[in-house]
């Protein structure tokens, strides 16, 4: 079982950043393939960006250019640069994990969520 808990969502301008943190426990985070994922009100949840343990990282296009999916696995941790806010990136954004090499789907574990809102 892994649990995953999201820290560093807020209110933010337009243009401005944000970096989200996801820390994970468990002993074998660095193996685990590790994505975002965001749900604006009224819309379904969407892929964000995900990190293989091997370093590869996927995005979505919405966010591609603009976001940067890390990881720290002394920390236990993945993190979500988030650079040039757009208000349509208002979201809670999920941290998911996966013992499987998967991108937009497929994760079997979930964090709570954090809010971010861009104001225009």
């Known amino acids: 079982q892994v649990q995953l808990v999201e820290s560093g969502g807020g209110l933010v301008q337009a243009g401005g950043s944000l970096r989200l943190s996801c820390a994970a426990s468990?002993?074998?985070?660095?193996?685990?393939?590790m994505g975002w994922f965001r749900q604006a009100p009224g819309k379904e949840r969407e892929f964000v960006a995900a990190?293989?343990?091997?370093?590869?990282?996927y995005y979505a296009d919405s966010v591609k250019g603009r976001f940067t999916i890390s990881r720290d696995n002394a920390k236990n941790t993945v993190y979500l640069q988030m650079n040039s806010l757009k208000p349509e990136d208002t979201a809670v954004y999920y941290c998911?994990?996966?013992?499987?090499?998967?991108?937009?789907?497929?994760?079997?574990?979930w964090g709570q969520g954090t809010q971010v809102t861009v104001s225009s």
């Open positions: 468990g002993r074998t985070f660095s193996r685990y393939t």
């Open positions: 990190s293989w343990c091997g370093g590869s990282t």
């Open positions: 998911a994990a996966s013992q499987r090499r998967v991108v937009t789907s497929g994760y079997d574990y």
